[in-house]
């Protein structure tokens, strides 16, 4: 099925930029392997985990922790080689928000919910593994810098919520325009170094 | 109904400064959006999450969600009025951190546990949005700071569950009870800096 | 029972290592007190939430809670003693793991799981209430530095996995057994500074 491919590209290559962020921190091995699961599936822990949707996707499909467990050593092997592939990186990461978000947004209305929670859901799922692995490598997390993720979580779900429950797109057809769309809108964000508007606030605290 | 008043002033207040403390970290409006739900929000979802009382509030009531977005929204809009109402807000603050104690006691005695975990539940519903709004613009968590926050939550607990189960006051009146003294307990606190006594242990680490 | 005896045994032990985090950064009773039960119970809980698993383990009992939080305003107590006590506490901590490794084990097995997920729920309950504490008290979390805490709570799942389901060990033998083989691997992983290989990379962030 397209999606579960997609899915699965998509926890691949979050799993090795989860592995690259430790190595930036010189883990060792064991807290690499820890780093890459949580930002490849941690996004949509959270999202289950707050829907109470159980079980847990890798919880009832542990292949899929064995293949960012692998990913992540495979990472550790050909490190330098990612030197190269940084344009590579960039789509492949693209294409797992999209994935991410469209796989919340169907399984949120699956679940009953409106398109107000399978919005937010989209926008849990794209956003919080990067979070985690932010909060867990002790960095600012992301939703500083990569704000434009969580637009374009949001995006994705009205999107493909218009094709398929509004439009009656097959969703087969719904998920690839909505991925052309998102992807192409990431790639203009990263050209056009696209930014949402900052608000500043600099009064001592209350 | 009165306790549902209350909350929603509180969520109000208590998003609106969560976008403050995002203002102070020149987030973009997406992340403020999120500080700002997180920090209403997120000490009930903790909480509902370890009680496993599915589903969440804000995902029985996406409104709520709404409200909290809009109300980070306006805070951007009309952020330096927030200089001339320190104390409105600390007031606010204040009204926020009791309801969601109260709540809290309310729900998790009807879910049939004992006072004990009742406490701990106000306690984690008063504190954590705090905690999660720091953790995500890496300040130095709120449980450093503002532990009277934690005194307060398990104070009113105690309060308003000697009042209503032992007492068998009326539960409107018990909740203006139990607000009245713990705003001027929190008040207290502020005008006499109260502060609980520090641990200090300087060893090195084991 | 022996496990619940290793159990008590560990909590308490892990809510004095919390209660002394919080104290190097000065916090306040009540932050001690969080803290304490955080690293205590903080592990299994994230276990029981990923698993959907409720009521909560404190939730149920809520005896452990007080229990931690007995040990936490002892600990503040008598905090200069500790100082010489740095190797039965080394001990005790390496049997508390060794504990709640065994026990997250058993009990995800029980649950219908295989033995991936409960190696998997093993690690996380060896590892998260320290990386929960570390997060807390914004520290650099614990998988930077002790990752050798992660492989021991895989190998223990693993070889009671083995002894149990494989060879039919009876339970409190392979609990003894196990409890050996895990506090002599720690012990000697300290004696012999036994660390797993560190993974550095340097590009800029892609």
């Known amino acids: 099925m397209l999606l579960l491919t997609l899915y699965i590209i998509g926890i691949t290559a979050e799993a090795m930029t989860g592995a690259l962020s430790a190595g930036r921190k010189q883990m060792d091995t064991f807290g690499v392997i820890i780093i890459a699961c949580v930002t490849a599936l941690g996004g949509g822990s959270v999202r289950d985990v707050l829907l109470g949707s159980y079980p847990l996707t890798w919880v009832a499909h542990p292949e899929y922790m064995v293949i960012t467990s692998v990913a992540a050593v495979v990472t550790i092997a050909i490190a330098p080689v990612f030197r ?35 919005s937010i859901m989209a926008v849990v799922t794209g956003v919080f593994g990067g979070v985690l692995r932010d ?36 969703m087969d057809y719904a998920v690839i325009i909505t991925l052309v769309a998102g992807v192409l809108v990431r790639i203009a964000a990263i050209g056009f170094k696209l930014d949402m508007p900052q608000f500043k606030y600099n009064s001592p605290e209350h």
Do not use: W
């Not at 190269?84 to 209305?109: E, N, S």
């Not at 704000?147 to 493909?160: D, T």
């Open 135 to 170: 909060i867990l490598c002790n960095d600012v997390p992301l939703v500083f810098r990569k704000e434009i993720y969580g637009s374009i979580a949001l995006m994705v779900a009205l999107l493909y919520h218009s094709l398929t429950t509004l439009l009656h797109v097959p």
């Open 84 to 118: 190269y592939l940084r344009k590579l990186f960039l789509m492949l990461d693209a294409v797992g928000l999209v994935t991410f978000a469209i796989i919340a947004t169907q399984k949120t209305l699956d679940l009953g919910h409106g398109i107000i929670i399978a």
